[in-house]
C-alpha cells in the first residue's frame, strides 16, 4: 500500500491557541472521569456486597463491548466531520454509565452502564488522537501526543486523588458521582475548541484534502495489506498479553504477604509510573520528531521484559515500587507513539481512524486474554515462574520490532 511521505502543512489552517489549550482541558478532564471506572467500581460494588466473581463478570462484559466498539468506532470517525461531537458523546455516555452504577448498583443495571462505558473505548480516546491530528497535522502530531499524555496521566493522578478521599471520608459510591460532574467541564472545553481549527482531511489521515466533500479514502481491505500496521498491532498484542497481568498478579502476592498495608503499596504502584508519564511524555514527543519512532519503541518494549523478570527475583515493597518506574517508561512511550506510529503507517490514506480501531482490536485481545492466561500458568508453575514466561514474551515483542519494524518518521520512509 502506497502512502504519502511527506506532511503538507498549511499555515493559514493553523489553530488558534484557544482551541490547542482547550484540548488540555479535554484530556485532563475526560482522564479524570475515566479514572472512576476500573478499580473503583470494584471498590463501590464490593461495598455493596457483590462477590469477585460478578465484579469480573461485569467488567469483562465491559470489556467485550470496548472491543466489539473498535472497528465501528473508528469507521465512524473517519467518516463524521465534527468529532467534537462524537467525543462529547462519548463523555456524556461515560457520565451516566457512572451515574447508573452509583446510583443502582443492580447487577442489570451496572452490566449495562459498564457495557455503555466500555463502546466508548471504541472512538473516545481515538477522537482526542483525530482531533489532535486534525488541529496541527502530521509534522506537529509527536509533540501533541506528547502533550496530550502529560495532561492524562495529569488528569487522571489528580482525579485518583480525589476519589480515594471521597470514598475514605464520605461513601465509595461518591466516588462515580464524581466522575460523572466531571463530565460538564469536558463539555465545556470541547467547545472552546473552534470547529473551523480541525482539518476534516488531516483528521482521518488525508493532509493534502482541503475541500469540503469527503476526502478520497484506501479501501478497507488495503488495510489489512499494510504488513507494518500489522506487525505493529502484533507487537502491541505481545505488550498488552504480558502487561495486563502484571499488577493484578504482583498485587494478589502483595496481599497475603502483606495484609493490610497491601492497599497502600499498591496505590503506590499504580500513582509512581503515572508520575513519570506525565514528566517525561512530553520529552518523549519531542524524541520521536528528532530520534526517530523505532528507537524510542525499544526502549518502551524493551522495559517491560526487564520489568517482569525483575518481579520474579524481588519480593521486597519498597523495590517494587521502584522497579514500577519501568512500567511509566513503557506507558509514556507507547502513549504517545501507538497513535503516531499509526498515523505514519495511514498518512495519506484517509483510513487514520479506522487503523486505530484495528490496532485496537489487536491489542485489546491481548489484554482480555491475559489475565486468564497467566493466572493459570501462575496456579501451575508458581508466581516467579510466570513472570519469567512473560519475559520471554515481551523480549518475543522487542525482537519483532528490531528485525521487522523499519522506522517510520516521515522524513526517512518510503512507500
Known amino acids: 500500500m502506497t502512502v504519502a511521505t511527506a506532511q503538507t502543512f498549511d499555515a493559514s489552517i493553523a489553530p488558534s491557541g484557544q482551541s490547542l489549550r482547550a484540548l488540555d482541558g479535554v484530556n485532563f478532564f475526560v482522564a479524570g472521569t475515566l479514572a472512576g471506572f476500573g478499580p473503583f467500581v470494584a471498590v463501590v460494588l464490593g461495598t455493596q456486597g457483590w462477590s469477585q466473581e460478578s465484579i469480573g463478570l461485569v467488567l469483562s462484559a465491559g470489556g467485550i463491548a470496548g472491543l466489539l466498539a473498535q472497528l465501528p468506532g473508528g469507521e465512524l470517525l473517519d467518516v463524521v466531520r465534527s468529532k467534537r461531537v462524537l467525543v462529547a458523546a462519548g463523555t456524556v455516555m461515560v457520565g451516566i454509565a457512572a451515574l447508573i452504577i452509583g446510583l443502582w448498583p443492580a447487577l442489570i443495571p451496572v452490566s449495562a452502564a459498564l457495557m455503555l462505558q466500555g ?27 506528547g502533550r496530550n499524555q502529560r495532561f492524562q496521566s ?43 481549527d480541525i482539518h476534516f482531511g488531516r483528521s482521518c489521515g488525508s ?5 469540503a466533500t469527503p476526502p478520497p479514502r484506501v479501501d478497507r481491505h488495503l488495510l489489512g495489506k499494510n504488513r507494518h500496521l500489522l506487525i505493529f498491532a502484533g507487537c502491541l498484542f505481545l505488550f498488552q498479553l504480558v502487561n495486563a497481568s502484571i499488577l493484578p498478579l504482583i498485587s494478589g502476592a502483595l496481599a497475603h504477604r502483606e495484609g493490610s498495608s497491601s492497599a497502600l503499596i499498591v496505590s503506590a504502584l499504580v500513582i509512581v509510573p503515572q508520575i513519570l508519564v506525565a514528566l517525561s511524555a512530553p520529552w518523549v514527543g519531542g524524541q520521536a ?14 522495559a517491560l521484559p526487564i520489568r517482569a523478570l525483575l518481579f520474579a527475583l524481588i519480593a521486597d515493597p519498597t523495590l517494587l515500587v521502584a522497579v514500577q518506574i519501568l512500567d511509566g517508561v513503557s506507558g509514556a512511550v507507547l502513549g504517545v507513539l501507538q497513535a503516531l506510529v499509526i498515523a505514519d ?66 522524513s526517512t520512509r518510503g512507500s
Request: glycine share 14%; proline share 3%.
Open 289 to 302: 520528531r528528532s530520534w526517530g519512532r523505532r528507537p524510542l519503541l525499544l526502549i518502551g518494549f524493551g
Open 119 to 145: 463502546i466508548t473505548g471504541g472512538f473516545l480516546g481515538q477522537g482526542i488522537a483525530a482531533i489532535s491530528l486534525g488541529l496541527v497535522g502530521h509534522q506537529l502530531l509527536s509533540e501533541r501526543l
Open 154 to 196: 495529569t488528569g487522571s493522578l489528580i482525579a485518583a486523588g480525589i476519589f480515594g478521599f471521597l470514598g475514605y471520608f464520605m461513601s465509595s459510591r461518591d466516588i462515580l458521582l464524581a466522575a460523572a460532574i466531571l463530565v460538564l467541564p469536558v463539555l465545556i472545553a470541547l467547545l472552546r475548541i473552534r470547529a473551523g
Open 345 to 410: 503507517l495511514t498518512n495519506g490514506t484517509g483510513r487514520f481512524n479506522l487503523a486505530q480501531g484495528v490496532v485496537g482490536v489487536v491489542s485489546g485481545i491481548g489484554a482480555t486474554i491475559s489475565t486468564t492466561l497467566f493466572g493459570f500458568l501462575a496456579h501451575s508453575i508458581g508466581r516467579a515462574a510466570d513472570f519469567v514466561v512473560m519475559a520471554l514474551i515481551g523480549c518475543a515483542a522487542v525482537v519483532i520490532v528490531s528485525l521487522f519494524l523499519p522506522e517510520t518518521r516521515p
Open 207 to 211: 493532509p493534502d484534502h482541503h475541500h
